[in-house]
């Protein structure tokens, strides 16, 4: 597939840009300014062609993923929002409010971040969450991953396209209910830097038992 990545230059864009290539896929790397998508295409050892500002991106994937701080979330769905129409999104945002981010501080108006973005998207863009508990720099390594991804979407077929994406990358995706369901997801990795912190760990994940 050709997967854009909105914020690709960030630290959890380009760890998913490493499995995906690794997989096969091919990756546009979105970003506001081209330098730096170019930047990043070059350290990923891909064409400059595949570094774009955010909505030609947008434009240009079958299927996008937003890896921005939740602080810019809202922000940057605005400048690529036409462009996603009738594609689905994989929105990756924790709503994490710094400095307490040991703290589950969910957004009070809306739920989440995920809900929030299919609101500002419309009934015309699929959002689907994935990806919040897994660490930026072991998918920015090449070793194996000891942590499964938690998918919500309201659709199922759009989950499981999803969870194929996450299999092409060796790891284990769980179709884990309905788009509101993330709030859990979101919430979880402050769980999980709490655990980092407390316990001296430098990657804290999550694997699904009893199957
Ligand atoms: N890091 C992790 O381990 C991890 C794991 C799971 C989930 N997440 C979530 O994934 C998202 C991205 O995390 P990250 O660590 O990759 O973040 P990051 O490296 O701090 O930022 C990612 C990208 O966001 C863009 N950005 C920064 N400020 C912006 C602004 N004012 N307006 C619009 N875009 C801006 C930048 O791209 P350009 O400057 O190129 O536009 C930047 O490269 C966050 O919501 C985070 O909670 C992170």
């Known amino acids: 597939m050709k997967i854009s990545i909105l914020g690709g230059t960030g630290s959890l864009g380009k760890g998913l840009a490493n499995r995906w290539l690794k997989a096969g896929h091919e990756i546009i790397i979105g970003s506001r ?3 730096s998508a170019l930047k990043a295409t070059q350290a990923l050892d891909i064409d400059d062609s595949n570094a774009c500002l955010n909505d ?3 434009l240009l994937g079958d299927i996008a993923c937003l890896t921005v701080p939740f602080a810019h979330q809202a922000e940057t769905l605005q400048t690529v929002k036409e462009n996603l129409k009738n594609k689905i999104l ?3 945002t924790v709503p994490l409010v710094p400095p307490k981010v040991m703290r589950v501080q969910l957004p009070k108006e809306g739920g989440c971040a995920a809900m929030i973005a299919q609101t500002i998207l419309g009934e015309e863009v699929r959002v689907v969450s994935a990806f919040q508990n897994i660490s930026a720099e072991l998918l920015q390594s090449s070793h194996p991953i000891n ?3 938690l998918v919500c979407g ?3 077929e759009d989950r ?3 969870i194929n994406l996450i299999e092409d990358m060796g790891l284990k995706g769980w179709h884990a209910g309905p788009l509101c369901n993330s709030a859990a997801a979101e919430a979880l990795t ?3 830097i ?3 912190k407390n316990h001296a760990i430098s990657h804290s994940g999550i694997t699904v038992t009893g199957v």
């Open 190 to 192: 402050s769980v999980l």
């Open 90 to 92: 994989i929105d990756a």
């Open 147 to 149: 942590c499964d991804v």
């Open 56 to 58: 030609e991106a947008a």
């Open 160 to 162: 499981e396209t999803v």
């Open 194 to 196: 709490a655990i980092n």
């Open 33 to 35: 300014s081209l330098e």
């Open 154 to 156: 309201d659709k199922r």
